[in-house]
C-alpha cells in the first residue's frame, strides 16, 4: 500500500517558483509530523523543512529559509513545501516523509517515491 506521493517536481529556471505536494494515507498523516526532505546526486540526504501535526511548529533548513516554506492541510491529508527564488543548488530529488508522533523531531520512518526538481541556471 502507497502511503506518501509526491507531486509537483520539475523543471525551472532559476529564480523561479515550484510547489510539491505529498498525498498522504489517512492513517499515515493523521497524528504525525511530517517532512521534506532532499538528496542531490553524489550527495548525502539533507533534511529541508518540517511541520508537527498541528501546524504550529516548523523547521526550516538554513539554506532554503526565507525561500521555502513548507505547510499542511489536515483535511486533506496533504503536505507542502512551497518554494520560491530557486537555485540550481537546490536541484535534487525531494521526497516526504512521515514519522511516528506529533512533533517534527525525531526519526522518519514511511518514505515516498520522491519527486526530481531541477533548477537550470
Known amino acids: 500500500q502507497v502511503q506518501l506521493v509526491e507531486s509537483g517536481g520539475g523543471l525551472v529556471q532559476a529564480g523561479g517558483s515550484l510547489r510539491l505536494s505529498c498525498a498522504a494515507s489517512a492513517r499515515t498523516f493523521r497524528g504525525n509530523a511530517m517532512g521534506w526532505f532532499r538528496q542531490a546526486p553524489g550527495k548525502e540526504r539533507e533534511f529541508v523543512a518540517a511541520?508537527?501535526?498541528?501546524?504550529?511548529?516548523?523547521f526550516h533548513t538554513d539554506s532554503v529559509k526565507g525561500r521555502f516554506t513548507i505547510s499542511r492541510d489536515n483535511a486533506k491529508n496533504t503536505l507542502y513545501l512551497q518554494m520560491n527564488s530557486l537555485k540550481p543548488e537546490d536541484t535534487a530529488v525531494y521526497y516526504c516523509?512521515?514519522?511516528?508522533?506529533?512533533?517534527?523531531?525525531?526519526?522518519?520512518?514511511?518514505w515516498g517515491q520522491g519527486t526530481q526538481v531541477t533548477v537550470s541556471s
Open positions: 511541520i508537527s501535526w498541528s501546524g504550529g511548529s516548523t
Open positions: 516523509a512521515a514519522r511516528d508522533g506529533s512533533s517534527w523531531r525525531g526519526l522518519y520512518d514511511v
